[in-house]
């Protein structure tokens, strides 16, 4: 399977806990992007590497979350000190850079988070 | 505030039936329109999209159509199928790579 992959699909926390999320996108794709969703609502943007370098930032993406992407490849979302109000599946998209109009950006299947 | 919105969140379409889904936006800005298809416990899936420079994109059964003095887009799938039941997100694209979605409709193609 050569989609976007998320590890792991399933995380079960107590508030306070520190969890991270991993995510494999496409192997050519060098655009990758968090969303996180949460009942109700559509996919909210988080924030967006072009290779290593993260390039925006939503203002969802309080000081309590942080992302890496240390070799432009795979990439972990890190949130300390969970709250109940983190709760929510956290989705990772990959895309190709260059030509604006081909960057469809296509997803993963999900961590889904509920902090306890 | 919600700039891309769908304004029905569920749909309800006979088996070979169109089924028609809509979108409207805020931001003039917006330069790539997209629609996702998502099953539960699934990623969305990427299903077709369309450039705002055009007013028509169409790949098999799926078209979208998009009126820009409206700030509007529609997703026409003809004929509809059982299997097309999912939540559709439309979202929409400016600038800096992040998609705007739409808080999503529900379709249910029933037999």
């Known amino acids: 399977d050569t989609g976007v992959s998320q590890d792991p699909r399933h995380k079960i926390t107590k508030r306070g806990q520190n969890v991270t999320f991993r995510c494999d996108p496409i192997s050519e794709h060098n655009r990758l992007y968090w969303y996180r969703q949460t009942l109700g609502q559509g996919p909210e943007f988080l924030t967006y590497?072009?290779?290593?370098?993260?390039?925006?930032k939503s203002r969802l993406l309080s000081n309590r979350f942080s992302a890496e992407r240390p070799k432009g490849s795979f990439s972990t979302l890190e949130i300390q000190r969970t709250e109940q109000g983190d709760s929510a599946m956290y989705l990772c998209?990959?895309?190709?850079?260059?030509?604006?109009?081909?960057?469809?950006?296509?997803f993963g299947p999900g961590t889904r988070l509920t902090v306890l | 505030d919600q700039q891309v919105k769908q304004n029905s969140p569920s749909l309800s379409v006979q088996e070979g039936r169109i089924s028609i889904l809509n979108c409207d936006y805020t931001n003039s800005m917006f330069d790539y329109f997209l629609w996702y298809k998502k099953y539960p416990a699934e990623g969305p899936t990427f299903l077709i999209s369309i450039s705002s420079i055009k007013d028509k994109n169409e790949d098999g059964r799926f078209t979208v159509f998009l009126n820009k003095s409206a700030k509007h887009l529609s997703l026409h799938i003809v004929p509809s199928q059982p299997g097309d039941s999912a939540v559709y997100f439309c979202a929409a694209r400016w600038k800096v790579n992040a998609l705007n979605f739409g808080k999503g409709t529900s379709l249910l193609v029933t037999p």
């Open positions: 590497f072009q290779n290593e370098a993260q390039l925006e």
């Open positions: 998209a990959s895309s190709l850079g260059g030509d604006r109009s081909r960057n469809e950006q296509f």
